[in-house]
């Protein structure tokens, strides 16, 4: 958000019609019914996690030999990697501006979030084992973001500091993101 304040104003903007203008003192938690009609901020949400996914690269060995849906033969054992980062960043899964964050690509003309195939968005994998979590991890996202958001001013403590992604089992933030924060005086 600090490097995209237009994303960061179409989110007060969503959160001021749905939540109404809620001074910091007056801030509550948002309820599961007022966060199902932030589409813009659920957009916002999976737009980070396709640009820097927690989970960055995953694996499975084949219990047995076995043909992929494209043809690809593979042997019993064999260890097959899949690159959610990668993935996010492919201009034939996310068009040639897939390196920017947009919010609004998940939406549709009404403004409506669209999921994507998680076979083309891995970030909770796929398939009859998918993370279990997902719903609750996608909650407690959009819990603390418009929480901060509504309340804080958050700037980048160096304006042109830049993402530094050390990918790992969960991936981090070499030197972690140091920023300024102010309260937000409505
Ligand atoms: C943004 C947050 C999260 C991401 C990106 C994420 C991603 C993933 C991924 C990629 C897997 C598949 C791992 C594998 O099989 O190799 C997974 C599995 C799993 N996740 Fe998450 N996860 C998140 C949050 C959570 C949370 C909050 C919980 C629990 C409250 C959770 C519980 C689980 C469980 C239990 C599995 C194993 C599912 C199975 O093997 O049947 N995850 N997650």
Known sequence: MAQN???EARILEESNRVLGQRTSSSLTIPSM??????????????ETLRLYPPVQMDSK??????????????????????????MGRMETIWE????????????????????????RYPVFQAGVRPCLGKDMGLLAMKV????LIKQ???????????????????????GGMPVVVTERLV
């Open 33 to 46: 019914e007022e966060l199902r009609k932030m589409h813009y901020l659920q957009g916002a949400v999976y």
């Open 152 to 174: 804080f001013h958050i700037k980048l403590a160096n304006p042109s500091w830049a993402p530094h992604f050390i990918p790992g089992l969960t991936a981090t933030l070499k």
């Open 96 to 119: 040639p501006d897939c390196l920017e964050f947009k919010p609004e690509r998940w939406l549709n003309n009404d403004g409506v979030l669209v999921p994507e195939n998680p076979y």
């Open 144 to 147: 603390v973001a418009i929480t």
């Open 5 to 7: 304040p237009s994303a």
């Open 61 to 86: 060995f084949a219990k047995n030999d076995d043909v992929l849906p494209d043809g690809t033969y593979v042997k019993k054992g064999t260890r097959v990697a899949y690159h959610p980062y990668a």
